[in-house]
C-alpha cells in the first residue's frame, strides 16, 4: 500500500488542523493505521493509531483528548483531528501502515512521506 499525507500547515496555538492520508491498493481496509510525528531534533514518536474496522484507537498521553483519529475504508483514506494545538505539537507528520495495532514504529512497515505542522504561540 502507498501512502500520501496532506493537510499541515501553520496554525496559531488553540488551532486545529485535520490530516489526511489517502492510500492506494485494495487492502487499505485490512490495515491498522498510524499518525507519528517528529519534531526538529527529536525522534520519531508515536501519536495515534486505529484498527482495521475503526473500532480500536490508541493515542499518546500527550495527545489524548485533544486529536482524534478515523477512517474511511471506502475512500481508503485514515485522518486526523487536531484541536487545541500547542507549540510543542509542531512536527512532520506521517502516517503508516501495520498489519497489528500497535504504537510502535517497527511495526509499521508502510510510510508516506509526511506533512510539516506549525503551531505558532
Known amino acids: 500500500v502507498q501512502l500520501q499525507a496532506s493537510g499541515g500547515g501553520l496554525v496559531q496555538a488553540g488551532g486545529s488542523l485535520r490530516l489526511s492520508c489517502a492510500a492506494s491498493?485494495?487492502?487499505?481496509?485490512?490495515?491498522?493505521m498510524g499518525w507519528f510525528r517528529q519534531a526538529p531534533g527529536k525522534e520519531r514518536e508515536f501519536v495515534a493509531a486505529i484498527s482495521w474496522s475503526g473500532g480500536r484507537t490508541l493515542y499518546a498521553d500527550s495527545v489524548k483528548g485533544r486529536f482524534t483519529i478515523s477512517r474511511d475504508n471506502a475512500l481508503n483514506t485514515v485522518y486526523l483531528q487536531m484541536n487545541s494545538l500547542k507549540p510543542e505539537d509542531t512536527a512532520v507528520y506521517y502516517c503508516?501502515?501495520?498489519?497489528?495495532?500497535?504504537?510502535?514504529?517497527?511495526?509499521?512497515?508502510?510510510w508516506g512521506q509526511g506533512t510539516l505542522v506549525t503551531v505558532s504561540s
Open positions: 503508516a501502515a501495520a498489519p497489528v495495532l500497535g504504537t510502535r514504529g517497527r511495526d509499521y512497515d508502510h
Open positions: 491498493g485494495r487492502t487499505f481496509s485490512s490495515y491498522v
